[in-house]
């Protein structure tokens, strides 16, 4: 059994078409459309180097245009600060639930103040660790 071997690749689009970039092995090729990219670079690098393609595992980096770039950069992390709020926002949900549980309000009340339905307010408190006094 032939191991498998990994290659990065680029994908950039010239014009209407999708160039696909191997450097390792000196190899491009290209492709219609943007689906078709991983399938076009697994198949160049199976026929460059000899083997078939399910031994061939390519990861794809696709090549943003200079001015696309840098807004998905600057995507990224926005995307990456809602993820962190997000997280502090449970964080801070499982410790507003559980500070009222134990001022004896029920997860009706509590679901009703916070707008979520009582049955996730149940899910949150499950998920808490008992804290002692």
């Not at 450097?23 to 083997?51: G, M, T």
């Not at 245009?65 to 990224?76: F, I, N, R, Y």
């Not at 134990?102 to 009340?109: A, F, G, N, Q, Y």
């Amino acid at each position: 059994m032939s191991n498998t071997r990994t290659l990065e690749a680029t994908a950039y689009k010239e014009g209407k078409w999708w160039m696909v970039s191997i450097p390792e092995i000196d190899a491009l090729s290209q492709c219609k459309a943007i689906d078709q990219v991983p399938e076009q670079a697994a198949s160049l690098a199976a026929i460059v180097l000899d083997v078939p393609e399910d031994t061939v595992n390519i990861n794809v980096t696709y090549r943003l245009p200079e001015d696309a770039a840098k807004v998905s950069q600057q995507w990224h992390e926005a995307k990456a600060h809602v993820i962190d709020a997000e997280a502090t926002a449970a964080d801070k949900l499982a410790e507003l639930a559980g500070t009222l549980k134990r001022h004896d309000w029920t997860l009706k009340d509590i679901a009703a103040v916070t707008g979520y339905t009582f049955q996730r307010i149940s899910q949150v408190l499950k998920g808490q660790e008992p804290k002692s006094s």
